[in-house]
Each structure stands twice: as C-alpha cells, then as structure tokens.
C-alpha cells in the first residue's frame, strides 16, 4: 500500500485554498465595480431624464420585432459623445511658473558656480515626428537655463517625413554652439523606440543621460534644478513632477501628476516616476538603455533596473515636464499601444525575480490596465495572533469576531481579546460564550486590569485608566504567533482574504507594518494610509477621507499597494520580533496617534510601512469610545497631538517623503496648495 505524504498533501491543499480565496476576492472586487458602473449610469441625470425617451424606444422597437418577426430590423443608435472640461492653467502651475527675464538671468549666473558643470544628455528618439511636436521639443531643450546639455537624436523616420532632418540642421545651422551640442544621425531603418534610444546613447558624451520623448515638452528650468539637486545632494538617480496637456496648450492640463518621493511598492505597480528621468551613465555599466522586449513599457523596466542600482534617487517636487496627450500617445489612449500591457508586466515580473520572488502573480486593476496588484507567495503558514481589546459593547465584538470566523479562509491564527473593564451583562455572556463554544481553541481572553492574566468574571481586578497602548501591549505580551495582527473590536471583515492580502507584505524582509483599507458603514473610505503632518493638528491625517468605495483615488493609489509613512492601528500586521524591537506600542500615547508613532519608529529601523487596499474591513470608527471632539477628550488629543509633535519635529518638518509637498496638509482629498 503506497504511503501518503501527509505534509505534502496539505501543502498542495493549502496552496489550491490560497488560489480560491484570492479567486473569491477578485470576484467581490469584480461584482463591486459593476454594480458601480450600474449604479453611475442609473444615477447620471442624462440617464434619469431620457427615461421617457429609452421607454418609448422600446415599445417601438418591440413592435418592429413583432412585425418582422424578429427579422434584421436594425435601430439606428445615435452615439452622444461628451468633451471632458479640460483643466486650465492652475495659478503658479503651467506657463505662469516659466522663468522671467531677470528669473533666466539669476539662474544662468547660479548655474554657472556649481561645483560640478556636468553634462547631461538628452535622448530623443525621432520617428515620423509632426513639425509643430519636433520645433516644440527641440525649443524646450535649446531655453534651457543651464547650459551644459547635449541634445541626442536619433532620426527612424520614413522618406515621407525628410523634414525631420531638414528641421534638425535647421536649428544646428544657427550657430556653432548648437551644431555641437545637438548631435543628429539618420538611421539606416526604424528600430523601435528601444534600438532607436539606444542609438541616441551611442553617440552620446554626457555624464547624466535624461531620456526624453520627441512629442514632449521640457520646463525651461528643469536641467538646472536637476544639476542644483546632483551638486547639494550628490544625487545619481532623478525625477520630476509632470503634466499632461491638451495637443497643443501647455496650460490645458489633462491630469496633473504630483509624485511621492521614491516608494518601491508604488513603483512596482504602477510607473509613477515616468518622466523625467535623469541618471548618471555610471548606472548603466554597459547595459543597453532599454530592452527591445519591454518596448512599450521600456521605460517601466529601465527605471526599475536603475533605480535598484542608484545610490541616491531624489524627486525634485516641482511640474517640470509636460506629456503631449493626443491621439496615438499613450498618454491619451493605453489602447494605441495595447502592447504596452504585456511588456510592462513583463518589466515588473522581471524585476521581482531579480530580487528572488518567486510564484507571484501580476494583475491589471480597475484603475488602469498598467496599475497593478501583485500578489506575493506566502511561504509556509506562520501563525497570525489578531490582538483585540474590548470593553463592553457586545454588539461590536460578536460582529467582528463573528465576521473573522465566517469568512477568514487563512486559518492558521488566534485570537487574544484583552478585556479592559467590562461590565456590560451581554458582552460579559458573550465571553463565556466564546471560551465555551466550538472555537474555543483558538481564542483566549485576558484581563488588562489583571496585567493579562486570564480572564475570570469572577475575579475582577481594580480598574486601571484607560490605555490603548498598554492594553494592545500585554496582548502581544501573551500572543503565540509569529505575527500580530492588531484588529479594533469595532471592525467587520468584508474581503475572504483579508489575512493574506496584509500577510504576503509583512512576511518580507524590508517591510514591518501593513495596513488594510477601512470604511464607514456608508461604505465611505475611514482608512487608506497615513500622511504625518496632515490635519489641523499637523499631527497625522487619513488620505482619500470619506471618499466613496468606488473612488480610484488620485491617480489610482486606492486601487495598488504603496508605502506609506504609516497605517491605523485598527488594522495592522507587524512581525512579533519588530513590533518587540521597536519597542511596542508607545505608553505615553495612551489613546491616540500611537499607531503612528509605531510606524515612524519601525521606519526609522530601516523598514517599509505598507497599505494595500486589497485587505478590506468595515471601520465602525469612534461606536465604542466616543468622539474626540469635546471636552476633556478633546483636551487629552491636544496634549497627546503636542507630545508627538515635539517627539517627531525634526521628522515632520522634513515632510512626509510618500506625500507630495504641492498637496495641501488641510484636506485630505490631494488638493493643492493655494498658490499666493
């Protein structure tokens, strides 16, 4: 009789279990968009006012398939297309922010005492490129406020389009100063972007390379911000803020991008860096600058391979490059270069073998076909304690308890409840309920105000004042599990695979803390990552606050994983031996912002705090202690709001690195700063 390998069976069940929980969750995620694309057009007042139209349509339309049988009669369908308000110049944005006389005069003079004059190299690959695009480009580079810069181009286009060339020596006849530094070749045929850039770099000289399209638009003080950054920062890898505009006006914004400084999880799933990247040629050691299988995501995986390379990546917060939205650019339509999907999965499944992944799996999400969620391979099955405190309320707690059980499909955990003053008969009862019923193995109550020990409704210990800290603190004292999960008792798991969606990131080397998506009953966002610095307070504030479920977020960061300075303690994974080491929860924040301060301090051993949306819970935020708003509550947030401020001042007047500096800190919607 053959013998069975228990373990491996097991494995191989844990492994098909996995697969469905995350099959099931992409089905919820499925159902709960279309039912927001149903919702979105019922409610559209076009929708709502034509209803007596579509009515008489159809009753029309019935009597011609009766008539006909149910022949080849067609309805004439007659398509409505409605022109996005295009966005105009936003004050201290666009044009307004190009550099006046005097302005080009200070900068030319400052640019000329930099310690380090380095060259930077331009690349434009040119193919086909319409008149009005290539003068555009070519004038961006040639009002450049520094001076040192060497524009690369290699020309692919066809016969039909010999003006390219013409324009070229156009512009180099002018002077000898720009013959040399616009260096020009004709290709023998049309490679591709990626033979066609990599071209441009053969007959460069710089010591920094900056990629640059040929449809594109450089702000005139770009070079100089950058080589002001290279000589205060010794910087070898940089990037810009960036727009897209209309075809032909700079100030006809399409979308604005404002990027986090760099975020590695951001940039796995979604190339936010872009344009406009400048790196030292050191970075390449003799690599091509783009890969040929990548093209259309070429510089998705470009800026993966260098950046992993660089030894100092600065983001320079300031709108310095403008993207030409048209037809055929990827910028207006993913879709003319539907190619770009593929290669950009391939860029980033690339990446994450190099850095020893394997088994993952790379998904287009509801925000974009090339914004991504990466689902990471859980190694082995750790044991999770999911920390709880509770105090009265029973309502709450069997609804989360409850809703943990039913629908967890991870079932290697426990639960520790710390019981901190309870006098409430029902939730009382329904703590006997839970140390006597069918789950009685794997959850564990202890009394806080018995420094832990197990709970006894009949031996009470005297109340202690309330705090959060304390109370989670000797629940992690008393957990078993290799990570802890610290779970508010007013929360309602919504997606099966709530635990592995937050385990597959905690389980990482370079992470510690990790954050799921919370919302309000009314299914209004509560929780997406932490800004420091955000709120009245400029303590700490929620992004995306009260914005719908369905909202993908600004430039869909509710829709990928991201790092972030820090997330809620109502729901958050961190390995037990960090959450030891930086040395628990902080005391002296006996109710607020000690999940914050948590994180700054896991972030300051070295570690990425995470949050993924992908972890969703309902957040009955405030049921079971109350509103901070009034009062000695009130009081008590203002006298912990200053204590952090004090302990973290240098930390936020630095910023939050994750949070554009153009965003301003009163609102949590990603509005602007108002400009003076």
């Not at 890898?237 to 986090?260: A, G």
Request: aromatic content about 10%; hydrophobic content about 35%.
């Amino acid at each position: 009789m053959e013998e069975i390998n228990y373990q491996e069976e097991y494995e191989k069940e844990r492994v098909k279990s996995a697969y469905l929980a995350d099959r099931v969750a992409q089905l919820e995620d499925q159902v709960d968009d279309l039912e927001f694309k149903l919702n979105r057009i019922k409610n559209n007042p076009l929708w709502k006012a034509s209803g007596p139209a579509r009515s008489a349509y159809h009753f029309v339309q019935r009597q011609v398939d009766r008539v006909r049988n149910q022949g080849d009669a067609k309805g004439v369908v007659k398509k409505i297309q409605y022109k996005i308000r295009e966005k105009q110049a936003v004050k201290g944005y666009g044009t307004a922010s190009f550099p006046d006389e005097a302005e080009r005069a200070r900068q030319m003079q400052e640019s000329a005492s930099f310690e380090r004059q380095v060259l930077i190299s331009i690349l434009v690959p040119l193919y086909n490129t319409p008149r009005n695009y290539l003068k555009d480009m070519i004038d961006s580079v040639v009002n450049q406020t520094y001076p040192n810069w060497q524009l690369c181009l290699a020309d692919g286009s066809d016969a039909e389009h010999a003006y390219v060339h013409d324009i070229v020596e156009e512009y180099r006849s002018r002077d000898d100063n720009l013959r040399e530094r616009i260096v020009y070749t004709k290709l023998e045929k049309n490679g591709g972007i990626s033979a066609n850039t990599n071209a441009c770099l053969a007959i460069s000289t710089g010591e920094f390379i900056a990629p640059f399209d040929h449809d594109d638009y450089l702000h005139p003080s770009v070079l100089y911000e950058y080589v002001k950054v290279i000589n205060e920062q010794d910087a070898d890898y940089l990037y810009c803020d960036e727009t897209t505009f209309r075809d032909t006006d700079l100030n006809k914004f399409v979308t604005i991008h404002f990027k986090p400084d760099y975020a590695i999880d951001n940039l796995r799933a979604n190339n936010y860096i872009c344009h406009l990247s400048c790196f030292a040629r050191t970075l390449l050691e003799g690599e091509d600058l783009y890969r040929s299988e990548f093209d259309g995501s070429q510089d998705h995986d470009m800026i993966l391979r260098l950046t992993d390379k660089a030894r100092k990546i600065v983001h320079v917060p300031k709108l310095l490059y403008y993207w030409r939205s048209h037809s055929g650019s990827t910028a207006g339509n993913i879709a003319a270069k539907t190619y770009a999907i593929d290669a950009a999965k391939g860029a980033v499944a690339d990446h994450l073998r190099r850095h020893g992944y394997k088994n993952f799996k790379i998904t287009s999400t509801r925000a974009f076909e090339t914004i991504f969620k990466i689902t990471y391979e859980i190694i082995g099955n750790p044991k999770v304690s999911i920390v709880i405190p509770s105090r009265d309320h029973e309502e709450d707690l069997r609804r989360c308890i409850t809703s943990i059980l039913d629908k967890s499909t991870y079932d290697n955990f426990e639960i520790i409840i710390v019981e901190n003053g309870t006098s409430e008969e029902a939730a009382l009862r329904y703590y006997s309920e839970l140390l006597s019923g069918p789950y009685k193995d794997r959850i564990r109550i202890i009394d806080a105000d018995r420094d832990g020990a197990d709970f006894d409704p009949a031996v009470r210990g005297a109340a202690q004042p309330f705090n959060y800290s304390r109370i989670n603190n000797l629940g992690v004292q008393k957990a078993s599990g290799e990570y802890i999960l610290l779970l508010n008792n007013d929360t309602q798991v919504i997606s099966v695979n709530w635990i592995e969606e937050l385990l597959m990131y905690a389980q990482r080397p370079d992470v510690a803390a990790v954050g799921g998506k919370l919302y309000y009953p009314d299914k209004t966002i509560q929780h997406a990552g932490i800004v420091i610095g955000l709120g009245a307070h400029r303590t700490a504030g929620h992004t995306h606050y009260r914005q719908r479920r369905e909202n993908l977020g600004y430039m869909g960061r509710l829709c990928y994983a991201q790092n972030v300075s820090a997330v809620t303690g109502a729901c958050l994974m961190v390995k037990k031996a960090l959450f030891e080491e930086a040395g628990g929860l902080d005391e002296s924040f006996a109710v607020s912002l000690n999940d914050v301060d948590l994180c700054l301090k896991l972030r300051e051993m070295g570690y990425l705090n995470v949050f993924t949306p992908f972890s969703e819970l309902f957040h009955y935020e405030s049921v079971s202690r109350g509103l901070d708003d009034a009062g000695e509550k009130a009081q008590r947030y203002n006298e912990e709001s200053e204590h952090f401020r004090t302990k973290w001042k240098e930390v936020l007047e630095k910023g939050d690195p994750y949070y554009n500096p153009n965003f301003t800190l009163d609102r949590s919607d990603y509005s602007l700063k108002v400009q003076d």
